[in-house]
């Protein structure tokens, strides 16, 4: 099944598990990845397995046990959201600050990675815009928004129910953005550099080292994404990301209506070097804030 080409890594085709084929070639082909069987899979020592199970995509990495997924049910995560602190997480305060307005505040969540920060806010009542440039990430982004959309679970369904994800560049997209401006622009860049994270000051949970572990292996190699390749932009996502957030700040700066808040590990350098006004700092993370207004 395998088409030769030069891959970020290869979906595996499980018979036992994935009963249609069709549907894993599609999903790897907006990727840019390769098929191949398990049969296949010891001639591929950076497969990625891929299986849909329990109704949601699930990534195996390599042969160990780590299996990662985008589930905002997850009882890990879902108890930041059905908590009465939901107000006080650091990402919340930084974002709504102190005014109170009588429109929820619209926020462009320009590297949305997992979209924990993103649900959180969605559900503290911001309409969010997730934007994912991952490809694969995006699928799954797009996934757990969809059956969070379809979930008795009133809490879960109404935070869905303020989000869309867009699969783009993040940068190019504010530098060419048509609609209303949002409120805020929010900024993650770190996640794409967890190697450099532990020196900075960030501590790491088994869960965050598992999804960086994922997210390093999808920037780790060329991909190839046929959709841009066809249009003639076959683009490194490698050295997109490694530039962490070249142009970023200065796109956000110019889009946002309110405020800029960038999320940064507590010893972590300004972005761009741009200094904000103020910042909200926990033992993990800082929130670097810059009011436009």
């Not at 191949?36 to 390599?62: C, M, P, T």
């Not at 649900?119 to 440039?133: H, P, R, S």
């Not at 501590?203 to 190699?221: C, D, I, P």
């Amino acid at each position: 099944m395998s088409n030769g080409a030069e891959s970020l890594a290869y979906f595996v085709f499980d018979t036992e598990h994935n009963h249609d084929l069709l549907a894993v070639e599609e999903l790897a082909q907006r990727c840019g990845y390769a098929v191949i069987s398990l049969d296949e899979v010891a001639n591929y020592s950076d497969a990625i397995k891929i299986i849909f199970d329990n109704g949601q995509w699930r990534i195996h990495l390599d042969n160990s046990s780590a299996i990662v997924s985008v589930d905002f049910s997850d009882p890990r995560f879902y108890t930041r959201v059905n908590s009465s602190a939901l107000q006080g997480e650091y990402v919340v305060r930084a974002v709504l600050g102190r005014k109170k307005t009588t429109q929820p505040l619209t926020v462009l969540d320009a590297t949305a990675g997992f979209g924990h920060d993103a649900f959180l806010l969605a559900a503290a009542g911001c309409q969010v815009t997730l934007v994912e440039q991952m490809p694969l990430l995006a699928y799954l982004l797009e996934q757990a928004v969809q059956r969070a959309r379809n979930s008795t679970n009133n809490l879960l369904l109404s935070a869905a129910q303020r989000m869309i994800v867009e699969s783009a560049n993040s940068v190019m997209l504010m530098q060419q953005w048509s609609a209303n401006r949002p409120d805020v622009v929010y900024l993650d860049p770190m996640y794409a550099h967890a190697e450099n994270e532990t020196k900075r000051g960030l501590k790491k949970s088994a869960a965050v080292k598992k999804n960086m572990a994922f997210l390093q292996r999808l920037t780790s190699h060329k991909a190839i994404d046929l959709s841009r390749a066809q249009a003639g932009h076959n683009q490194n996502c490698h050295d997109e990301l490694n530039s962490e957030g070249e142009g970023m700040i200065e796109a956000a700066l110019a889009l946002a209506k309110r405020k800029v808040v960038v999320k940064r590990a507590p010893g972590a350098e300004w972005l761009g070097g741009l200094k904000p006004a103020s910042s909200l700092t926990g033992k993990a993370t800082r929130f670097d804030i810059y009011p436009l207004s």
